[in-house]
Every structure is written in structure tokens, then in C-alpha cells.
């Protein structure tokens, strides 16, 4: 417990009850007006502050409520393991549990494994909204089987792509079902996700929200300033359209102007491509695409890959500098407890998976891989150290 001393700017909430008027005041808001100053992770850059309004939180609400139709009005019990200081789990784990009525259970470090299987097994979770590596972590578990976790209808992940096996297992241990969702600071956050029930294709973010319009189109601008939309299969830059989409960056017209085009479309900077049911496929963020000796690499390939080797419990592939390639993949592994492998192990199954150039050149095995306070695998911090490395 910190003691903070009474000063400047510091208000007790006990002190704000009893010498506020039991009556709130009334206040004109519009649902334009700017609700919160959401500051952008930082994975790929500077951070900037994406201006939600009041239209975008209470859309997005809606739209998680029209993805639910099974949803019990007052008997969900939602697991918030996602901080509230992040976008994700602000709208998906606090405000929609709160506008539907249901019990919102608080766990303060969804790191600790134990206290998350404790939590659903007593209190019979229903909903919880994470990040692949937190149910990656909980088939893992080497007491997984000592809990039950029937009661986990519905998991929405997001923050980062949700490997196929880590999926198929989940569902598997819970009988829930796991669905992968895509979405931004800049979009409140949800723009795409697949149904619970209907057409539901692993690998996939799934189709638009309700009220939103998603495109692929051109990495070139035309000459005058519009994109040209790409045909189903292939693959170009995600644009999105919708009452989710942010006013802008707080005091960075620039900025704003580099990503919402003249027609109000927001270029989120990922890689993709629909196909012929109207599936949306995130490939992978232009920044993070390895291109060696002018081969196309994307990551995302090679972790599903490594993510099938049985002792591979988390993994992550980052374009790292070479003299001749240019770029040169890298992978980095952390292994499942009591496991151990060669780094040839594991470039030869990945020579049975993938293409020759695709096959990680370095393979590094690690305790633990970089993460964010909400549990991103951080692959720019692993470019960066590599970088150092070879700077010294």
C-alpha cells in the first residue's frame, strides 16, 4: 500500500462524495466531441494520441453486441486480463461488459498463469477477451488439466495474430470457442472478426463489423492521390471506413494526413488480402515484411510453421541486416518446459514446410521473448538488438 499525501491536484474519492451535490450536473455533449486521448502502442514508432469521440467508444460497443447474438443480458461473466489503460481492453473487456450488465472479474497480471485458471474455474468465466499469448500460455500449463474450463463460451483475441494451433487446442481444452478479431488504436478497436457461429476460417481476422467497410488497395497512390482497390486473392494495404474510425491524431495534422486519405479512408499499414467469401487475411505490416535477395518474407508464414513443432511453445521471425541478402530471417524460440532441440532441428522441419528462402537462416533459443505491458511479442526490439549487435 503507497501512502499518497494530500497536495496539489490530489483528490480522495471518499472527500468528492460528501462534498459533491447528490445531483450531477448536467453537461452538453456531442457524440463528435473527443472522449479520450488513446495513445498508440509504439511497436512500430513514436506513439501519437488517436482521437476518440464519444460516437466511436459507443459504436464499437454496438458492434460487439450485433457479433454476440447469444449474449446473456446480465449473466456473462467476463474476464478483464487485458489492462483498461489499453484500447483493447477498454472497449471489448470494460465498456462492453459494462453496457451489457455482466459481471466484470479483474485480474491484475494476466502473466500469472495459475491465478488466470483459478479465476475461470471458480467463478465459471464465460467471456474472455485476450492476446494469443495468454491462451497460448494456458495450453502450456503443465496443471491445465486440473482445472475446468467448460464454462468459456466465447474468446475474442486480438493485438497480434493468432496461430492456428494455438487456436485449435484451446477450443479443444475449453470447448469455447476462440475467434481472431483485428483491430487498432485508430479504430477504437474493433474493425473485423469472425463469427462465433457461420463461416469461420482459421488463419483469418474475419469479415467487417457491422457498419464498417473494409478494402484492400494498392501500396502505390496513383498519380492523382487515390488508390486503386486489388482483385480477391491478391494482396495489398487494409483500409478501413466506420463510426469506429478516430477524428485524428491529437495535434499532429501531419500525421493524420499520412493515414485518412481524401476519402475518409484509414490505411491501417498491414498487409492483406480478402478472398472469395469475403474473409479478410492479415499478411503482415509493411514494416515488417524481410525481403531477401528481393524475395517477399512474411513472418507471419514462418511462425505458423514454427508454432506446429511440438516443442516449440512460443516464436517469433524478424528480418534481421545481411551483407548479401540484404535482410536474412531470423527466428527466435523459447521451448516448452523440459524440451530441448538443436537449431538444425528446427530449420529441418521448417525445410519441410516452407519454401528454401523462407527457412530461418538463425535460429536463437531464449527464456523468455520481449513483450508489452498488455503481452505483444515485441519483434522490434529484437530487430534493434540485433542491430546493436552488429553496429559493435
Known amino acids: 500500500m503507497v501512502d499518497v499525501a494530500d497536495g496539489p491536484g490530489i483528490f480522495r474519492f471518499n472527500n468528492l462524495l460528501a462534498t459533491s451535490p447528490a445531483k450531477a450536473p448536467k453537461i452538453s455533449v456531442a457524440p463528435e466531441d473527443v472522449v479520450l486521448l488513446q495513445y498508440t502502442g509504439g511497436t512500430t514508432g513514436v506513439p501519437k494520441a488517436a482521437m476518440l469521440t464519444h460516437a466511436n467508444l459507443v459504436s464499437n460497443v454496438l458492434q460487439l453486441e450485433a457479433w454476440l447474438p447469444s449474449l446473456q443480458w446480465g449473466g456473462e461473466k467476463t474476464l478483464g486480463a487485458i489492462p483498461f489503460f489499453h484500447v483493447y481492453g477498454m472497449t471489448v473487456a470494460m465498456l462492453f461488459t459494462l453496457y451489457s450488465g455482466s459481471e466484470l472479474i479483474v485480474t491484475p497480471d494476466p502473466r500469472k498463469t495459475d491465478l488466470v485458471l483459478e479465476i475461470i474455474h471458480k467463478e465459471k468465466v464465460s467471456l474472455y477477451p485476450g492476446i494469443p499469448t495468454m491462451y497460448n500460455a494456458i495450453i502450456n500449463h503443465p496443471k491445465v488439466k486440473e482445472f475446468d474450463l467448460r464454462s468459456v463460451k466465447a474468446c475474442m483475441s486480438g493485438g497480434m495474430a493468432l496461430p492456428v494451433e494455438?487456436?485449435?487446442?484451446?477450443?479443444?481444452?475449453?470447448?469455447?470457442?476462440?475467434?481472431?478479431?483485428?483491430?487498432?488504436?485508430?479504430?477504437?478497436?474493433?474493425?473485423?472478426?469472425?463469427?462465433?457461429?457461420?463461416?469461420?476460417?482459421?488463419?483469418?481476422?474475419?469479415?467487417?463489423?457491422?457498419?464498417?467497410?473494409?478494402?484492400?488497395?494498392?501500396?502505390?497512390?496513383?498519380?492523382?492521390g487515390g488508390y486503386d482497390l486489388v482483385?480477391?486473392?491478391?494482396?495489398?494495404?487494409?483500409?478501413?471506413?466506420?463510426?469506429?474510425?478516430?477524428?485524428?491524431?491529437?495535434?499532429?495534422?501531419?500525421?493524420?494526413?499520412?493515414?485518412?486519405?481524401?476519402?475518409?479512408?484509414?490505411?491501417?499499414?498491414?498487409?492483406a488480402k480478402m478472398d472469395a467469401d469475403g474473409c479478410f487475411y492479415i499478411v503482415d505490416r509493411k514494416k515488417d515484411l524481410i525481403i531477401a535477395s528481393g524475395f517477399n518474407i512474411v513472418p507471419r508464414e514462418v511462425e505458423e510453421v514454427l508454432y506446429m513443432h511440438p516443442k516449440?511453445?512460443?516464436?517469433?521471425?524478424?528480418?534481421?541486416?545481411?551483407?548479401?541478402?540484404?535482410?536474412?530471417?531470423?527466428?527466435?524460440?523459447?521451448?516448452?518446459?523440459?524440451?530441448?532441440?538443436?537449431?538444425?532441428?528446427?530449420?529441418?522441419?521448417?525445410?519441410?514446410?516452407?519454401?528454401?528462402?523462407?527457412?530461418?537462416?538463425?535460429?536463437?533459443?531464449?527464456?523468455?521473448?520481449?513483450?508489452?505491458?498488455?503481452?505483444?511479442?515485441?519483434?522490434?526490439?529484437?530487430?534493434?538488438?540485433?542491430?546493436?549487435?552488429?553496429?559493435?
Open 166 to 224: 494455438v487456436q485449435r487446442r484451446f477450443e479443444e481444452i475449453t470447448g469455447g470457442k476462440l475467434i481472431e478479431g483485428y483491430g487498432l488504436t485508430e479504430t477504437s478497436p474493433v474493425a473485423c472478426t469472425n463469427p462465433l457461429d457461420g463461416i469461420r476460417k482459421p488463419g483469418s481476422i474475419g469479415m467487417p463489423v457491422s457498419s464498417t467497410q473494409v478494402a484492400i488497395v494498392s501500396l502505390d497512390q496513383r498519380e492523382d
Open 231 to 271: 482483385p480477391p486473392g491478391d494482396e495489398g494495404e487494409l483500409v478501413i471506413k466506420g463510426p469506429q474510425v478516430m477524428k485524428g491524431y491529437w495535434q499532429r495534422q501531419d500525421e493524420t494526413d499520412k493515414v485518412i486519405d481524401k476519402e475518409g479512408w484509414f490505411h491501417t499499414g498491414d498487409i
Open 312 to 392: 516449440v511453445q512460443e516464436a517469433v521471425v524478424a528480418g534481421i541486416p545481411d551483407p548479401k541478402r540484404g535482410e536474412t530471417v531470423k527466428a527466435y524460440v523459447v521451448l516448452k518446459a523440459g524440451e530441448s532441440a538443436t537449431v538444425e532441428e528446427i530449420r529441418d522441419f521448417c525445410k519441410e514446410n516452407l519454401a528454401p528462402y523462407k527457412v530461418p537462416v538463425f535460429v536463437d533459443f531464449r527464456d523468455d521473448l520481449p513483450k508489452s505491458q498488455v503481452g505483444k511479442i515485441l519483434r522490434r526490439v529484437l530487430v534493434e538488438e540485433e542491430k546493436a549487435k552488429q553496429a559493435a
